[in-house]
């Protein structure tokens, strides 16, 4: 994923609502309604940093979706929806700031899941531990503001379950996760408790490959691509915007809701 230009002087709220311009209705409304309720105009990711063309690029490849990805990435009461198991892309993509053999190898057997923050209960997670967590899958799709997108199936533990179980304080803003390679993400408490908001163990039916994540990442099917980390080590819940790995270089940590 590439670094994008910030301009200054753009007046970015114009931008983007002419950007929004482009999309067919009812996503452009949608979307125009979802910025003024949100009382931001950083709605989706990137757009409050980039130049036309590319706020233009995200917001075309977001309306070629059906109404429903359209609504979850707009509203996060809203649930993203599922797909069945023949819709799942083959060869689902690898995407990270550096190339696939460059993915860092965790140890599954030294692992342990870091806690901080507002918690009552810091203690590490193993590996082992988090499998016995209750589990689901999902078949959702992914979408990256680089201008893909694919459906994946995930198996793991609501985040939200992991949360009650450790005495998260869940009134706290945010949760802020980092990974095993230094990529970090911070996300809001509403998304961190969505229903979808998965803590992912496995890919299709194997454990989460090394690229794909390994030993857990956090799927997050209400937002963007870049908002769903990979190989997390630590798990942070905290009042302060901790930004994170794209953030720190422009993006907005809402991306998509
Ligand atoms: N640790 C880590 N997580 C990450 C990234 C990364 O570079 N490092 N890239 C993000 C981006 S931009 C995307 S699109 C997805 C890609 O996930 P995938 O390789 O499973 O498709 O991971 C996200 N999470
Ligand atoms: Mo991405």
């Not at 009812?26 to 009382?39: E, K, N, T, Y």
Request: proline letters at 7%; glycine letters at 8%.
């Amino acid at each position: 994923m590439r670094k994008f230009r910030l301009i200054p002087g753009v007046d970015k709220t114009l931008l983007i609502k002419d950007a929004a311009k482009l999309m067919p209705d009812p996503a452009r409304r949608q979307f125009l309604r979802g910025a003024a309720s949100l009382g931001a105009l950083t709605l989706l990711t990137g757009c409050d940093i980039v130049d036309g063309p590319t706020a233009e690029r995200v917001l075309r490849k977001i309306s070629e979706f059906n109404d429903g990805v359209q609504a979850a990435l707009f509203n996060p009461n809203t649930l993203a929806p599922t797909y069945p198991e023949s819709a799942i892309t083959p060869d689902f993509p690898f995407n990270a700031y550096y190339g696939e053999d460059e993915a860092p190898v965790v140890n599954g057997e030294t692992y342990k899941l870091e806690i901080g923050g507002l918690v009552e209960n810091k203690t590490p997670w193993t590996l082992e531990d988090l499998y016995k967590l209750p589990q689901e899958r999902q078949i959702t799709r992914h979408i990256c503001v680089e201008g893909w997108s694919a459906i994946g199936s995930w198996t793991g533990a609501r985040l939200s379950d992991f949360l009650k179980r450790i005495g998260a304080d869940t009134s706290a803003k945010y949760v802020w996760f980092r990974c095993a390679e230094g990529y970090s993400n911070t996300i809001d408490m509403p998304t961190a408790l969505h229903p979808q908001t998965q803590m992912t163990f496995k890919y299709g039916n194997e454990i989460l490959p090394v690229k794909y994540g390994y030993p857990m990442k956090i799927r997050i099917p209400t937002k963007l691509g870049f908002k769903n980390p990979k190989h997390v080590v630590s798990l942070h819940v905290t009042n302060k915007d901790m930004g994170g790995y794209w953030e720190d270089q422009g993006y907005n940590w809402f991306s998509g809701s």
